[in-house]
């Protein structure tokens, strides 16, 4: 009798009929998947257990991580999201902005160090030019044409689109010929107006966030997906996001990952002002676990990547998701902010030797990948890690390559209007 099969036996009847169909081969619905929300127990191990067979099943036994920088160019926006620590107005003493000029400089030194993408991403910039983010790409693309740039979530390419007035297909088609590699599928948090309304009035709704992925993926630019949880959603809402991604995965086949992100409460404003009814401090950490086991059983099949954000769960609760139908660590990001500035405790950069040594502990074989997760370099035994990389010499981080909360007080990138003419 296998584990799984042990396992089974001791959960009720219910739960055993819907994760027996999983290891089947049939899908699980949202509906079917609500029910299983609330697994405590032997149910939840069985879960687990099931999670982490259909990841072998999907993908074998590699974790992998990209060697990434974050660079967030400015923290003003014209938004102000309730879960939202990063953000600064225009009028704020503690806005800043990165030229182009410094943006390139800082994903040159990311190259230096081995990194093989950027990530730039920011605030909707009040005042910004229609070009800039096609400008900015073009330049960092033209410094370093072997750096992948993983840049705009749909709400920062809806603005560039509405700020140079052309089509949403317009524009991600000149950011794709001016060198972008792939958008994040961030902004999403639960795909639900409803809950959008209650928790960021006037973000992107939900119809815009999926026609700039879908447009993305008709240009041939890959995205990842994300859901933001554990503050106003209940278990439906949760489920039906992730059926609305398989839909569009079915679609379009352009997700390459699936990011589960837990929202940080503690320097969230709408948690100070008390501002929003039914505010939860975040998931508990078994809801995590079921969540990304859930996440398994609904897309493994169209969306087999399942990324552990270890900036949100911290390294020990990353290595125990392992187990439970994540695949992947994430990148080692270099200069977190956003999450950074929220709350989060887990610092802003993980070595690749620490990510390879969390990957280990956990029984999996390393491997380095790029952001399409083409793998590069799989680490089979530990004697492989001996030449080392260049950020695991690296101590102080924030003394390397900065913080947010330098940039947040230092004078020679402050912000001011107008960005650009």
């Not at 039906?240 to 929202?263: A, K």
Request: net charge negative.
């Amino acid at each position: 009798m296998t584990n799984i099969e042990a396992a089974l036996t001791s959960v009720e009847p219910s739960v055993r009929t819907h994760l027996e169909a999983c290891l089947s081969g049939q899908e699980l619905s949202w509906q079917d998947a609500v029910a299983l929300c609330r697994v405590t127990g032997p149910s939840l191990h069985a879960l687990c257990l099931t999670a982490d067979h259909l990841r072998k099943q999907q993908v074998g036994e590699l974790v992998t991580y990209v060697v990434n920088r974050n660079i967030n160019f400015t923290n003003v926006c014209i938004k102000s999201c309730g879960f939202c620590a990063f953000s600064r107005t225009h009028h704020s003493g503690e806005g800043y902005f990165l030229e182009i000029d410094e943006v390139v400089s800082r994903a040159l030194e990311a190259r230096a160090v081995g990194a093989t993408e950027v990530c730039l991403q920011a605030g909707l910039s009040p005042g910004l030019d229609g070009n800039f983010y096609i400008e900015l790409t073009r330049a960092v693309k033209k410094a370093a044409p072997d750096l992948h740039i993983h840049a705009f979530s749909p709400e920062e390419v809806q603005y560039g689109a509405v700020r140079k007035k052309v089509s949403v297909r317009e524009y991600l088609a000149a950011l794709k010929e001016a060198g972008l590699g792939s958008l994040p599928g961030t902004s999403a948090e639960i795909l639900d107006d409803d809950v959008r309304d209650r928790i960021a009035p006037g973000r992107i709704s939900t119809a815009a966030w999926k026609e700039v992925i879908r447009t993305a993926h008709e240009l041939a630019i890959p995205t990842t997906s994300t859901m933001m949880f554990g503050h106003v959603e209940n278990d439906a809402d949760r489920m039906r996001h992730l059926d609305v991604l398989r839909t569009m995965q079915r679609e379009t086949g352009g997700f390459t990952e699936f990011v589960p992100l837990s929202f940080v409460h503690e320097e969230a404003p709408m948690w100070h002002e008390h501002s929003v009814d039914g505010l939860r401090a975040g998931p508990t950490g078994t809801e995590v676990i079921r969540l990304f086991a859930l996440s398994r059983l609904m897309l493994g099949r169209s969306i087999p990547n399942l990324q552990v954000s270890w900036v949100k769960e911290g390294m020990r609760q990353a290595a125990w998701l392992l187990s439970c139908g994540a695949n992947d660590l994430g990148g080692t990001l270099i200069n977190e902010s956003i999450s950074t500035s929220a709350g989060a405790s887990h610092g802003q950069l993980q070595s690749p030797a620490t990510l390879r040594r969390t990957i280990r502990d956990a029984g999996r074989i390393p491997a380095e990948r790029d952001t399409r997760y083409r793998v590069r370099k799989t680490f089979a035994n530990e004697a492989d890690d001996a030449a080392g990389d260049a950020l695991d010499s690296i101590t102080n981080p924030s003394e390397r390559f900065g913080s947010y909360a330098a940039l947040t007080k230092a004078t020679d990138h402050r912000f001011h209007l107008p960005v650009r003419s």
